[in-house]
């Protein structure tokens, strides 16, 4: 079945980095598009970074530019979310989401959490 395990959530302080992953199984990994979701308390999901497939187009939101990048490495199953100059608001339940068409969000983690604080 479908799985999408991620890890490298934490509390870290403003400033801080963080790698977030997410091992994928159970689906054919580099012909899906990948994604970054998240979920602050209190606000709606909202899109944070997507790759696709073979890793050549990304996007990001507007409030990461600069400061995360996603990368993939297909040959591992793996996503990944580089984190930079973190800062509170940037506090959130973390989602890996894999879908097979660039604009849709199939299947889903179950989250990790990311806390930035003194």
């Known amino acids: 079945q479908v799985q999408l395990v991620e890890s490298g959530g934490g509390l870290v302080q403003p400033g801080g980095s963080l790698r977030l992953s997410c091992v994928a199984s159970?689906?054919?990994?580099?012909?899906?598009?990948m994604s970054w979701h998240r979920q602050a308390p209190g606000k709606e999901r909202e899109l944070v970074a997507k790759?696709?497939?073979?890793?050549?187009?990304?996007n990001y939101a507007d409030s990461v530019k600069g400061r995360f990048t996603i990368s993939r490495d297909n040959a591992k199953n793996t996503v990944y979310l580089q984190m930079n100059s973190l800062k509170p608001e940037d506090t959130a339940v973390y989602y890996c989401?894999?879908?097979?068409?660039?604009?849709?969000?199939?299947?889903w983690g179950q989250g990790t959490q990311v806390a930035v604080s003194l």
């Open positions: 790759i696709t497939g073979a890793g050549g187009g990304r």
């Open positions: 159970g689906f054919p990994f580099s012909t899906y598009a």
């Open positions: 989401v894999a879908g097979i068409l660039y604009r849709t969000y199939d299947y």
